[in-house]
């Protein structure tokens, strides 16, 4: 399997993980030409910008190892653009949601 299967696999377990906990999936795999944001999802009055990060394994570090200070400035910047494309005037925050084989975690990071 090709990273990009799997990686595509981990957004689409990420999404159903999130829709199971209340939350509404607005966009996934939004893209411009400068970024991309893997899910945009809304729980209540907040919109939760989120990174999938998938391992197989822990051996070489979980998916929250991989965010790193250029990452987070990366999901900063397009959160800020998705917000300002949709005109969104409410609370915004950043997500990650680490996939390591069968266990999922949600970390909210701002």
Known sequence: MTTFVSGRQAEAAAAAYLKNR?????DQNWRT???????????KNVVYFAEVKYRK?????GGLDYITPKKLEQM???AEMW?????????YRLLAVSINGDQIDLIEIV
Do not use: M, P, Y
């Not at 209340?22 to 607005?26: A, Q, V």
């Not at 394994?57 to 570090?61: K, Q, T």
């Not at 917000?83 to 609370?91: A, I, K």
């Open 22 to 26: 209340g939350f509404k999936i607005l």
């Open 33 to 43: 030409r400068w970024c991309e944001i893997d899910i945009v999802a809304q729980k």
């Open 57 to 61: 394994s822990d051996a070489f570090g």
């Open 76 to 78: 900063t910047f397009a």
């Open 83 to 91: 917000v300002s494309q949709h005109g969104w005037s409410g609370d």
